[in-house]
């Protein structure tokens, strides 16, 4: 099972650093990237999913919990070639993701370290590890969530139905219309590990004055990308 979790961890581990990063530089107090805006932090992100698939290529390169829900949900035989869709394997890719996302937050806590100490705002701080609404709504949240993470994983499925070899930059470009297009209300997380293993380091780590980790909102990302990710698979499944 170690050609599942290494390449997870390490690319889902990459995606948090670079993504994670991004925000920080255009956040936090002093950074050379201070107030970069939205556009910066949508293409960081985006780049830190080049990346991340990159580095996770022989484990199919889910670096997202949603993806995986996404491949079991659409019927395919095979995670990635000559891994097959089963139970165990599921439990690895889930796991390897969100040790991953935890330890690409911890790095970039550590690269920013003097940055987050010369931050006043809690919210600023919260906001490099995981997401948080504009708008608080938990309904219409979810919707947000829901539907962003559907048009991620349905569009990375329609890739395999391509006849060339697309390569990563694809998935990168759709990370970045995404953000552009859907991500102002929740700040799109679209990724369960992605917010949920940040938010446990937030938690945990000695980060000075960070203030709470808003657990209340917390669900939000977990549940609304995963009802996406499968209604994804679903449709995807369904039509090829």
């Known amino acids: 099972m170690t050609d599942i979790f290494i390449p997870e961890m390490l ?3 990459m995606l948090i650093l670079l993504g994670a990063g991004v925000v920080a530089n255009v956040l ?3 950074s050379k990237g201070l107030d970069g805006g939205w556009l910066l932090i949508n293409f960081g992100w985006g780049l830190a999913v080049f990346a991340g698939v990159f580095v996770a290529f022989s484990s199919g390169a889910h670096i997202n919990p949603a993806v995986t829900f996404g491949i079991w949900a659409s019927g395919a035989e095979e995670f990635a070639p000559d891994i097959p869709v089963n139970a165990a394997n599921f439990a690895v890719y889930i796991v390897a993701q969100m040790v991953g996302a935890f330890v690409g937050a911890v ?9 987050f100490d010369e931050t006043e705002d809690a919210g ?6 995981s997401t948080g609404p504009a708008i608080r709504s938990y309904g219409w949240n979810l919707v947000t969530e829901v539907v962003a993470t559907f048009v ?3 569009v990375v499925l329609s890739f395999a139905n391509w006849p060339g070899d697309l390569g990563p ?3 990168a470009l759709l990370v970045v219309g995404i953000g552009a297009s859907l991500g102002g209300p929740t700040g799109y997380a679209i990724n369960p590990a992605r917010d949920l293993g940040p938010r446990i380091a937030h938690a945990l780590l000695p980060i000075k004055g960070k203030g709470t980790s808003d657990w209340s909102y917390a ?22």
């Open 152 to 154: 991620l994983v349905f």
């Open 107 to 115: 790095l970039a806590y550590l690269v920013y370290k003097k940055h």
């Open 169 to 171: 930059l694809p998935v």
């Open 11 to 13: 690319g889902t581990g």
């Open 219 to 240: 669900w939000v990302p977990v549940v609304g990308p995963i009802l996406g990710g499968i209604a994804g698979g679903l449709l995807a499944g369904a039509l090829y």
């Open 124 to 129: 600023l701080k919260l906001a490099v590890f």
């Open 28 to 30: 936090l107090a002093k």
